[in-house]
């Protein structure tokens, strides 16, 4: 049964000093009893064994998918997505921001969101190192002996899960120059060897999805070419979706491995990574709202297509 539009009002989504893998799971538990039409799936685990969620929202045709949390350090776009799955599921039950939309979105688009790609990084870059963790010793001298994590953008096991995936994977680990493990730009051992990135890639298979994006921080910008193998109308697509937030369409060069990239090379659809906000990783939780009024008009606008 749905709830009441009054208890639909009352915000489920908040970010105090900080956002762990405890405070995802608890908060999609909410979500999940208040909107009975939101759907959840484990699509794996991670290196310590934490679930990997996606969120389902409509039943349409046309498939689309939300990542974030890629990188430890900009665990801030964990909630940022999650707030906007909220957002729509808010407008269905009640008069919420996208209350025109929302129903339609959802008669005609199915949305898969995996808010929290990297949850041991993200716990790790707050926390510091788990006790009992297996990898202690090793993250310690990754972490060149400081305690302090919290530029850390790795998975627990020092690898950059955005430099994972297999597209041009040998050229962007020789561009890196990172040999080893450490707190970020290390792409592993070969493409697709952790299993945060397995997953995903498995999802992304299996879904068949017709557009994607993920969501990073810093810089205000949207990134959408891959070595021109991105669609025809890629770019003008892209302006329409940055200038929502009144963010910049960038066409970016140099990179590889990444999670866009991959999609794009793999299936020549629309890819984007989203830069969301400005400043110096970590975020500030203070900036959480703020950020949040930018990007939520900026992944409306991806999800109309």
């Known amino acids: 049964m749905m709830s009441t539009a009054n208890e639909d009002t009352q915000t489920i989504i908040s970010v105090n000093g900080g956002y762990r893998y405890l405070d995802f799971i608890a908060q999609c538990d909410r979500l999940l009893v208040r909107y009975d039409f939101l759907r959840k799936e484990e699509i794996g685990t991670s290196v310590m064994g934490k679930s990997i969620v996606a969120l389902f929202l409509g039943t349409g045709k046309e498939q689309v998918h939300i990542n974030a949390a890629f990188h430890a350090n900009e665990w801030i776009t964990a909630p940022l997505l999650l707030r906007f799955i909220e957002e729509i599921a808010q407008s269905v039950s009640s008069e919420g921001t996208f209350a025109k939309e929302?129903?339609?979105?959802?008669?005609?688009?199915?949305?898969?969101?995996?808010?929290?790609?990297?949850?041991?990084?993200?716990d790790l870059s707050q926390d510091g190192i788990p006790p009992d963790c297996i990898l202690a010793h090793e993250l310690a001298e990754w972490n060149g002996g400081d305690c302090d994590f919290s530029r850390w953008k790795a998975n627990i096991r020092g690898v950059d899960l955005n430099d994972q995936f297999p597209a041009y994977w040998e050229e962007e680990v020789s561009r890196r120059g990172t040999s080893g493990p450490g707190p970020q730009d290390y792409g592993g051992v070969k493409p697709l060897c952790e299993s945060e990135a397995i997953c995903l890639a498995e999802l992304t298979r299996s879904r068949n999805f017709d557009r994607v994006m993920s969501i990073h921080t810093q810089g205000r910008e949207l990134y959408w070419n891959y070595r021109e193998m991105e669609p025809d109308g890629a770019e003008e697509m892209a302006a329409q979706i940055a200038a929502a937030g009144k963010y910049q369409a960038i066409k970016l060069s140099g990179s590889d491995a990444g999670y866009k990239d991959w999609f794009i090379h793999e299936f020549r659809r629309p890819g984007y990574t989203l830069e969301a906000g400005e400043g110096v990783n970590p975020l500030p939780p203070e900036q959480f709202l703020d950020i949040y009024e930018e990007v939520a008009p900026i992944l409306a606008q991806f999800v109309r297509g």
């Open 102 to 122: 929302a129903i339609t979105w959802l008669e005609n688009v199915t949305i898969c969101a995996v808010p929290m790609v990297n949850p041991d990084g993200v």
